[in-house]
């Protein structure tokens, strides 16, 4: 077995459900039916701590919304 060194990681190639990622400041995404502290909630505020971006999420009707505060 050879060790390698310099060798670049590949792209992740994965699939993202929600486009926390391509949000910019100021945008948002409703989503009917979503509970506060649900699914969508959990992977906005993940997605936030890996990449150093702020979510903000608040009721609104009969589902949330998701901003990209920072």
């Not at 990681?9 to 929600?18: A, C, F, I, N, Q």
């Not at 505020?45 to 903000?56: A, E, F, I, P």
Request: aromatic share 10%.
């Amino acid at each position: 077995m050879k060790i390698e060194n310099d060798i670049p990681l590949p792209e992740s190639t994965r699939s993202r459900k929600y486009p926390f990622l391509e949000m910019s400041v100021g945008d948002s995404i409703f989503f009917d039916g979503e509970k506060v502290n649900g699914r969508v909630y959990r992977a906005a505020m993940s997605t936030g701590r890996r990449n150093d971006q702020k979510y903000v999420a608040r009721r609104e009707n009969s589902g949330l919304r998701i901003w990209r505060a920072e």
